[in-house]
């Protein structure tokens, strides 16, 4: 038996499921599983709109859970008002987590789901991730981790059931710009938004831009190191970074790699 009908008779046995639905390729794969296994009557989307998720993800995600007929609901959430995010410590992502997961279980139980599920893959457990501390607490499910489907394999069988999102780039919320201990604000998630945005608009595709302060320091693939410097593109990618508020702007040297914020972290153990 194979790892997605694994997962499949997994989902099952929940009768009833509400899924953490960010319209990203682990959530949206744990979407279409949930909805074969179940039938779309049995399964709900909840998808959180906040000032950390870009404005085109938030629109992906609705065309998406269009697409697949599913019950699909949206919570309007100010992260911004909450102290613990906004004054960003090491375990922001915690205290964030639990307050958006706790609002999600009660929009589902409402509606008769009582059992929620996040898309948290077999991969994740390899970074710092203080946020799955608070899914543990609240008992959200992570069916994808418990069927050990890794992100490789969760593309690939997106692939086969002809989902879009097989091929999207990883993606995180905002927040991860901003190095801890550093204040969220409105302004510096508009900035880093409206630059990732600018960077895909000219062809890169697995990008962040990090928010040091003035200066916003780009992370690509190595392959794409060389498109900086050819015809000026570096020239012009600064001088856009400073319309939006940036001072400055450095490549990254080391290329793109997920939780590079995270690493003084592992290093304090």
Known sequence: MNKYESLKNLLKKYGKLAIAYSGGVDSSFLLKAAIEALGKENVLAVTVKSQVIP????????????????????????????????????DRCYFCKKHIFKDIIKAASGRGFNTVADGTNSDDEGDYRPGMKALQELRVVSPLKQCGLT????????????????????????????????????????????????????????LRVR??????????MPQDFDRFFRDDLNIKVYEHFKTLGFKYAALDLAGYRTGSLNEEVKIDG
Not at 73 to 88: A, C, I, R
Not at 160 to 173: F, Q
């Open 55 to 90: 404005e085109e993800e938030q629109k992906e995600a609705e065309e998406l859970a269009r697409q697949m007929k599913a019950r699909h609901l949206v919570l309007k959430m100010d992260v911004l008002s909450l102290p613990e995010f906004k004054t960003n410590p090491k």
């Open 211 to 220: 928010c040091h302060g003035p200066v916003a320091r780009i992370e690509v």
């Open 151 to 206: 992100k490789a394999e969760i593309r690939e069988l997106s692939k086969e059931l002809g989902l879009s999102t097989y091929d999207k780039p990883s993606l995180a919320c905002l927040a991860s710009r901003v190095p801890y201990g550093e204040e969220i604000t409105a302004e510096k998630l508009l900035m880093t938004g409206a630059a990732e945005k600018y960077l895909r608009s000219l062809g890169f595709n697995q």
